[in-house]
């Protein structure tokens, strides 16, 4: 069964830009999750989705947002992009809420 | 200004030696935990987890112990061998209506040593 696949794995964007983000959740898994992980506050949850609905949001500006589509694939967006929000993010699924999640190898995003 | 990149703790040990690996969690609400292993340029990897309701849980090469009382979790990997170097989160979960949201530690960086 393949994993989660996110794309793309890397990305490079300046300030003021805006950017989506990708992921394909393993087959029949209906939860994703979003996180930020940089070396200076580690990894960060940003919201989950489950049937097209987001039910949890972590604590980050509403410049984060996301969805998810009736397939569960989804996707991440960051509008007026600064330096801080170089990261590497990752999207982990999981067949119910209560189940381990599985993460993806992450997009790496760097903000000139 | 700058931001400093977190100091992980380390630990090393000896090919063949088993490992250690400890956690304390803050949320004495938290249901649910769960250890990941994430090596250089890849995602987190699932390894282990483990219920409130049980106080230890063993896998292939891998034990996962509970302890409520002091809010402490351990990994225990048997016969460390050189694949088993990467870092290790725990990470806390608590279960709110059919929604469960994980709050991870910094990780602890494992080296094995040959």
């Known amino acids: 069964k393949a994993g989660v696949t996110q794309t793309p794995r890397y990305l490079i964007k300046t300030r003021g830009q805006q950017v989506t983000l990708s992921c394909s959740p393993i087959?029949?898994?209906?939860?994703v999750s979003w996180y930020q992980q940089t070396p200076g506050q580690g990894l960060q949850f940003l919201f989950e989705?489950?049937?097209?609905?987001?039910?949890n949001k972590g604590n980050f500006p509403g410049r984060f947002s996301g969805r998810q589509f009736s397939n569960s694939r989804s996707e991440m967006n960051v509008s007026t992009l600064e330096l801080g929000d170089s990261a590497l993010y990752l999207c982990?699924?999981?067949?119910?809420?209560?189940?381990?999640?599985?993460f993806g190898d992450g997009t790496r995003l760097s903000i000139l | 200004g700058e931001s400093v990149g977190l100091h992980l703790p380390t630990l090393s040990v000896q090919e063949g030696d088993n490992s250690i690996i400890n956690c304390a969690y803050s949320?004495?609400?938290?249901?649910?935990f769960i250890w990941y292993k994430q090596e250089s340029g890849k995602g987190p990897q699932f390894i282990i987890d483990?219920?409130?309701?049980?106080d230890k849980r063993q896998g292939q090469r891998v034990t996962v112990l509970l302890n409520k009382t002091v809010k402490h979790l351990s990994l225990q990997i048997a016969a460390t061998q050189p694949g088993d170097s990467a870092v290790y989160f725990c990470?806390?979960?608590?279960?709110?209506?059919?929604?469960?949201?994980?709050?991870f530690g910094s990780g602890t960086q494992l080296t094995v040593l040959p």
């Open positions: 989705y489950f049937s097209e609905t987001q039910r």
């Open positions: 982990a699924s999981s067949l119910h809420s209560n189940q381990p999640q599985h």
């Open positions: 990470a806390e979960g608590r279960t709110s209506g059919s929604a469960r949201q994980l709050t």
């Open positions: 483990i219920r409130s309701n049980m």
């Open positions: 949320n004495s609400a938290s249901d649910y």
């Open positions: 087959s029949g898994h209906r939860s």
